[in-house]
């Protein structure tokens, strides 16, 4: 079975600074897939950066770049120069690759201040 | 370009009273397409995904059910509501497993009373 932990319930961050959201998982399948959604006041699941489980590199989309530890099993997502529009429900999921299923962590909330 | 539709946008309705919750996608074909509940605050709960029509695994045993009546269309449906069913349900689907990330609709916002 897989599970995802966010242990970070709502976090605060000055705008223009960066901010990281912490995320581990579990999981006993060898290939899988990470993934952070961001989701707006609004409802609107937004998909942010996806990390495959065999990938070298950390994967980076614009302000967005994730920290993979794939010892620690964590996927922390570390977001750059915080704009007010950040602010919303993060949530980290992942996906074993010979499956469907994406398995969600509980979230957290950025509130990001002027 | 893909992009998938949910219909309605807010709903309340009585304990008692069926439920039918439509999403459809556009732009693809053969997709996997799932349905989540959100309860207000809280991660999101996969309830039913389908890998193709006529297919559906529940993940959670209770009083709804889905239906894929065709390669792009997805419903929710329960004879009676309860009051636990309230929440904010959300379709999404994904054009295969590992990589592919899940793109989801606009939601739907339950409220039984």
């Known amino acids: 079975a897989q599970k995802i932990t966010q242990t970070q319930p709502g976090m605060f961050v000055q705008e223009k600074e960066a901010v990281t959201l912490d995320c581990t998982y579990d999981?006993?399948?060898?290939?899988?897939?990470l993934f952070w959604y961001k989701q707006p006041s609004s409802g609107e699941m937004i998909f942010l950066i996806y990390q495959g489980s065999y990938d070298q590199q950390n994967a980076t989309e614009g302000r967005y770049s994730l920290n993979f530890q794939k010892a620690r099993k964590s996927a922390n997502l570390v977001i750059s120069a915080s704009q007010l529009g950040d602010s919303a429900m993060y949530f980290c999921?992942?996906?074993?690759?010979?499956?469907?299923?994406?398995?969600f962590g509980a979230g957290t909330i950025l509130r990001v201040k002027s | 370009s893909q992009t998938i539709h949910q219909w309605p946008a807010t709903l309340v309705q009585p304990v008692g009273s069926p439920l039918s919750l439509e999403c459809t996608v556009e732009?693809?074909?053969?997709?996997?397409l799932y349905w989540y509940r959100q309860a207000a605050g809280r991660g999101l709960q996969l309830l039913f995904y389908?890998?193709?029509?006529?297919?559906i695994s529940s993940e959670v045993p209770q009083n709804l059910s889905a239906s894929r009546p065709q390669d792009r269309q997805f419903i929710l449906s329960s004879k009676k509501l309860l009051l636990s069913d309230s929440g904010f349900y959300l379709c999404a689907y994904d054009l295969g497993a590992g990589g592919d990330e899940q793109y989801f609709g606009p939601g739907t916002r339950l409220t039984v009373t």
């Open positions: 999981t006993s399948d060898p290939s899988y897939g």
């Open positions: 999921a992942m996906r074993a690759n010979s499956g469907n299923k994406l398995v």
């Open positions: 389908s890998v193709g029509i006529g297919q």
């Open positions: 732009g693809t074909s053969n997709p996997n």
